[in-house]
């Protein structure tokens, strides 16, 4: 992990920012994508698709998705899958502390300008531009790759671990099972 001089790093209180970053895991840098994957999701990339309740948005590489994520967001989608890039348009707003998205991506995720998501974001590696910059996400970001701010000017992005966003998104979304003991079958 490799921050530049303006980075802003911020640990558990009392421990300094730098005690937040652990260079050169040898675990995770073992693992292929299918075992980062389940590392943190619990499922595998093919059984995430296959749960109910999962939508596929139909993104295009290096077109904006702003409005096709959104509509998913708005109508209480909490797992979306993207199997291409995924490029989200300045101003883009997806989940809310109480309602978090969980965004898994199959490629590059590039962010531009003032991007707010509260969730959790998985993909190849993260690119966040634009002339103005801002914005943030909320809750943990997964890569496999690099995060690059390529903002010219402005405040760049907020990278927030938040667990509480977590627990809500983990409580919220997933398949559902009966609990042994609590049906019959008869």
């Not at 802003?8 to 005690?19: D, F, K, N, V, W």
């Amino acid at each position: 992990i490799d921050t530049d001089a303006g980075a802003y790093l911020i640990s558990r209180a009392g421990t300094p920012g730098a005690e937040s970053v652990i260079a050169d895991d040898a675990t995770l840098s073992a693992m292929t994508r299918q075992q980062f994957f389940k590392a943190y999701a619990g499922v595998d990339l093919a059984t995430f698709r296959a749960i109910p309740g999962v939508r596929e948005v139909p993104c295009v590489a290096a077109v904006d998705c702003s409005a096709a994520m959104a509509t998913e967001a708005v109508h209480g989608t909490g797992m979306l899958h993207v199997s291409t890039d995924l490029l989200l348009g300045a101003g883009t707003v997806l989940g809310s502390p109480t309602e978090p998205v969980l965004l898994v991506v199959d490629g590059v995720v590039e962010f531009a300008d003032d991007v707010k998501i509260h969730g959790a974001v998985f993909g190849n590696r993260l690119t966040w531009g634009g002339a103005a910059g801002g914005g943030f996400v909320r809750g943990a970001v997964m890569l496999e790759g690099n995060a690059v701010n390529t903002c010219c000017g402005g405040a760049g992005p907020s990278l927030v671990y938040d667990k509480d966003v977590l627990a809500y998104l983990s409580l919220f979304t997933g398949a559902f099972a009966p609990v042994p003991g609590s049906w019959r079958d008869y």
